[in-house]
């Protein structure tokens, strides 16, 4: 006996909503149903506003981390969708999960993976269209874990040509890396000058161009990820 297939929302369905400002959410992870969100007041993350502390910047180019991009996509849902202290529910339904993990087959959602010894330690993940790049969700098992992929995230983001990138909703750990509100309008005025053009590269075409250009150099990519954060912060 074949299980049942899991029921997904469908791929052009969640890009028109994300190009519409709108994006889907559930109460737990075992819920069936969702619900469709647009906030009043959206975090973004300025792509040149990166707050790159000393601290981080030595960590990234040191790199204690591996980093990769898509190596991992349904590891990385499944450990931001994980319990963690304080937060024993999750938003991210098993409905989502299999949804976005269609949406990267499609090629339009995209992880960024830390590794340790060759255990995954930290990333995140997200939405992709255009020149828009809208971050889900993030997690940590190793200290500082998490900033190190969103550092990565942001200088693929500016080579690949991204304009915007969303973090949805504002938290202490956002604002402290340069995330700023925004209301729905501004937003939404942003999102459609964002969503005119094609980036010049996806994130992971922008993550394999940074791997070539630090060959040949006898550079680290580390070091060139800390060098572009520190020169613009």
Same mark, same amino acid.
């Given at each position: 006996?074949?299980?049942?297939?899991?029921?997904?929302?469908?791929?052009?369905?969640?890009?028109?909503?994300?190009?519409?400002?709108?994006?889907?959410?559930?109460?737990?992870?075992?819920?069936?149903?969702?619900?469709?969100?647009?906030?009043?007041?959206?975090?973004?993350?300025?792509?040149?506003?990166?707050?790159?502390? /000393?601290?981080?910047?030595?960590? @990234?180019?040191?790199?204690? =981390?591996?980093?990769?991009?898509?190596?991992?996509? *349904? #590891? %990385?849902?499944?450990?931001?969708?994980?319990?963690?202290?304080?937060?024993?529910?999750?938003?991210?339904?098993?409905?989502?999960?299999?949804?976005?993990?269609?949406?990267?087959?499609?090629?339009?959602?995209?992880?960024?993976?830390?590794?340790?010894?060759?255990?995954?330690?930290?990333?995140?993940?997200?939405?992709?269209?255009?020149?828009?790049?809208?971050?889900?969700?993030?997690?940590?098992?190793?200290?500082?874990?998490?900033?190190?992929?969103?550092?990565?995230?942001?200088?693929?983001? /500016?080579?690949?040509?991204?304009? @915007?990138?969303?973090?949805? =909703?504002?938290?202490?750990?956002?604002?402290?890396? *340069? #995330? %700023?509100?925004?209301?729905?309008?501004?937003?939404?005025?942003?999102?459609?000058?964002?969503?005119?053009?094609?980036?010049?590269?996806?994130?992971?075409?922008?993550?394999?161009?940074?791997?070539?250009?630090?060959?040949?150099?006898?550079?680290?990519?580390?070091?060139?990820?800390?060098?572009?954060?520190?020169?613009?912060?």
């Amino acid at each position: 006996m074949h299980a049942p297939a899991q029921r997904i929302i469908p791929s052009e369905l969640l890009l028109t909503a994300y190009r519409s400002g709108i994006f889907p959410m559930s109460d737990s992870r075992e819920d069936e149903e969702l619900y469709w969100v647009e906030p009043r007041e959206r975090a973004i993350l300025p792509l040149d506003g990166f707050r790159c502390s /000393r601290s981080l910047a030595k960590l @990234i180019r040191q790199e204690r =981390f591996q980093v990769t991009c898509d190596k991992a996509f *349904g #590891a %990385v849902i499944d450990a931001c969708a994980a319990p963690r202290p304080g937060h024993p529910e999750t938003w991210i339904s098993h409905v989502i999960s299999a949804s976005y993990r269609a949406l990267h087959d499609n090629g339009h959602a995209h992880s960024i993976e830390c590794w340790q010894d060759g255990e995954l330690v930290g990333g995140l993940y997200g939405v992709s269209f255009e020149r828009v790049f809208c971050g889900e969700s993030m997690f940590s098992r190793r200290p500082n874990a998490s900033k190190v992929a969103l550092a990565w995230l942001v200088v693929l983001m /500016r080579r690949a040509g991204f304009r @915007i990138l969303d973090c949805q =909703f504002m938290t202490e750990h956002l604002a402290s890396l *340069g #995330a %700023v509100d925004i209301s729905r309008e501004r937003y939404l005025e942003m999102l459609t000058r964002a969503i005119s053009a094609d980036s010049r590269l996806t994130l992971p075409q922008a993550y394999s161009e940074l791997l070539e250009e630090a060959a040949p150099a006898s550079s680290s990519p580390g070091k060139l990820i800390a060098q572009s954060l520190t020169q613009t912060s």
